[in-house]
């Protein structure tokens, strides 16, 4: 809200300067009705009070006005959170086009209007429409403030975390790495943001499958993300989850073992959590049920260890093609020899981790 509020000061202290008073106070009338909207929950209202602002405004400021592009840039913001990107593209493209009058094409000010647009514009496997606000942010940023500040490193992360989330996509992952050695390079490393850029890095690893970086970056993640913060631990137990996934993938156990015991202290799972694994593998669909053209699932319950290994899986319950059947079926067999690979954070009582008995889960087999 930092524009916003600078706006409402300079209304404030210029209305006498308009001759159509009651244009400027139907303008504050909007815009304290949107600063209410604003502090609620109410994304809704925010974006139908913002749309009153840039009416109201449209009658009292010129287009050369810095006030016009930003309450324009607003409302299109709120629509965006809204979940109306689509709407809100055409918003924030005036907004551009009004913040370049006000700024020029080069401006800084310019800057927070295309990184908007960019993620407005973002649509799932279509990295283009994005990345294109993006690099244009990135080189007036660069342009106005250095290749090698905090601004330009802080809109490269935002960039390649966007991309990587929004557009589902790698190809901003360069501009994380150029964040990352940015906040290495400060005078006082930035360890929080290194440990944030090498937990992005970390998943975007992960999803290209190269397990090993992965690895390496979590890791490194970790000591970013040292400290007693609600924040810090919540990234730190996120790192670990995801070092249980690399490193089982790799078939490195041992590893994967310390990061579920840690995460298991540090969680300290309450009895009636949910008890979710922290690592599954997909179950390998019998032929013969694939050829019958069979569906179903399994009820599994089993023992979880002190070290989150699944032990003694039993088949409590089972249904093929809808109907419950009592007697065993080739769909046992190979549930159980998913869960066995399940790896789980050990619960604690009283500092000491334990095994727990009666976990259940369901293993289900559909047919595409």
Known sequence: M??????????????NAYSADNDVAAFNAAWQAYEAAAQSDDITLRAETAARVVGAGKQIFDESDEQLAIITHNYGVALSDSGNR???????VEALRLGEITYG??????????????????????????????????????????????????LAFR???????????????????????????LPEPATLNIGMADFYLGKMEFTDRDFRHSSEYL?????????????????????????V???????????????CVAIGRESQLSPDQDYLPLFRVPPLYPVSMLRARKSGNVDLAFTVDENGFVQDPVVVARKVNGKE??????????????????????KFVDGEAVATTGVKTRISFALE
């Open 2 to 15: 930092r524009n916003s509020v600078r706006l409402l000061l300079i209304i404030a202290l210029s209305a």
């Open 86 to 92: 689509e709407d809100a593209v055409p918003v924030l």
């Open 105 to 154: 094409k080069d401006g800084a000010g310019i800057i927070p209007i295309l990184a908007d647009l960019a993620d407005a514009a973002a649509k799932p496997l279509e990295p283009e429409p994005q990345l294109r606000h993006y690099k244009k942010a990135l080189k007036i940023t660069k342009m106005n403030f250095g290749g090698d500040s905090v601004e330009y490193a802080d």
């Open 159 to 185: 960039a390649a975390r966007n991309v990587y989330q929004m557009s589902r996509s790698l190809r901003a992952r360069k501009h994380m790495l150029e964040a990352r050695e940015i906040y290495a390079g």
């Open 219 to 243: 890791e490194s993640a970790l000591t970013g993300f040292e400290g007693a913060g609600g924040a810090n631990q919540a990234f730190r137990l996120l790192t670990r989850a995801l070092l």
């Open 245 to 259: 996934q690399t490193y089982e993938q790799r078939g490195l156990t041992e590893q994967a073992t310390q990061h």
């Open 325 to 346: 059947r009592s007697r065993p079926s080739d769909f046992d067999k190979a549930a159980i020899d998913a869960v066995k690979r399940f790896r789980y954070a050990p």
